[in-house]
């Protein structure tokens, strides 16, 4: 579906962001594409190096700026915590749903045990 609509883009047809969500992604730990977002990055890249090769898409520099930062954060960056800042980055999660984890009691100890060690 994504070289089909970098085709339509490459003809002239016209695409629009909408500001509201149509869509809410639903989250379970069977979801292929969250699970392995390594993977599923990776399969994007092929799909945007064919879109260059076979349809002429030539990205901005800017895009190849911000590809060339994802790539580093995805490629060097354990899966575990790319996961994560994928959700933030695409609006499932907030920052405040994170800093509700630091208040758990398990962390309120870390942090006596490592204020008592100072």
């Keep these: 579906m994504g070289l089909e609509r970098l085709a339509m883009i490459s003809q ?16 379970h730990g069977k979801n292929d594409s969250l699970a ?36 580093l954060i995805v490629l060097l960056l354990p899966e575990k915590l790319t996961f994560h800042i994928y959700l933030l980055t695409r609006g499932i999660t907030r920052p405040a749903d994170y800093l509700r984890l630091l208040r758990l009691p398990v962390f309120s100890w870390a942090k006596r045990a490592l204020n ?3």
């Design 116 to 118: 008592s060690v100072r």
């Design 12 to 27: 002239g047809k016209k695409f629009a962001n909408l500001e509201q969500k149509l869509l809410y992604y639903r989250i």
């Design 36 to 71: 392995r977002v390594k993977r599923t990055f990776l399969n994007s890249l092929r799909t945007r190096y064919r879109a260059v090769r076979d349809f002429g898409y030539r990205p901005t520099p800017m895009a190849v700026i911000k590809l060339v930062a994802q790539s």
